[in-house]
């Protein structure tokens, strides 16, 4: 399969889980680095940068909740899925407060994994479009004001050109009537 361009970080204690998330996403071509502790993983995340992470809610040392909000402060650009085997509405909460994308209850299916990674990368890639969008119409609007002043000074420009020929051309044409009546 095609190499995936996305870089996924995931963050688990649990070998066997971390394993099971590294084979089916690499099968989906994606690159995956893989970290076991919360200090493992701001390493990495300083190291080179990551669109996604899936972060384990305990892990040794720090919490996946208080993870994501570090991860959010450091770069804000990376999205994260919150995995727990012990779902909870706090956690859940939490981890959506904290700047979670998503929220996955263990145990999921491979299926149940690719929709969530998915829904976040399509919405990842539609944010940036709207961004870039945004970025399009602030930079046509400043081009559109800058057209509109040179218009202003244009029409400046002629009123002031049409005053100074005006004065003179009324004195020519005041002496060639003068010179016609005669």
Not at 20 to 48: H, M, P, Q, W, Y
Not at 82 to 105: F, H, Q, R, S, W
Not at 120 to 143: F, G, H
Request: aromatic residues 4%.
């Amino acid at each position: 399969m095609e190499k995936n361009t996305t870089a996924i970080l995931i963050v688990d204690d649990d070998s066997s889980m971390s394993g099971f998330l590294r084979r089916a996403l690499e099968s989906r071509g994606f690159s995956v680095t893989a970290a076991e502790s919360a200090e493992e993983l701001l390493d990495k995340v300083i190291l080179e940068p990551f669109e996604l992470a899936l972060i384990d809610v305990n892990l040794p040392g720090m919490d996946g909740i208080t993870l994501t909000r570090k991860i959010k402060a450091m770069s804000g650009a990376c999205d994260i899925i919150i995995m727990t085997g012990d779902p909870n509405l706090e956690n859940a909460v939490g981890a959506l407060k904290a700047g979670a994308y998503d929220y996955l209850a263990k145990p999921f299916s491979d299926e149940m994994l690719q929709l969530t990674v998915e829904r976040c990368l399509q919405k990842r890639k539609l944010s940036l479009e709207l961004a870039n969008t945004e970025a399009a119409r602030d930079e046509i609007l400043a081009a559109y004001s800058q057209l509109q002043s040179l218009e202003k000074m244009k029409d400046a420009f002629l009123s002031v050109i049409g005053h100074e020929l005006k004065t003179p051309l009324t004195k020519i044409l005041g002496g060639l009537e003068i010179i016609k009546d005669s």
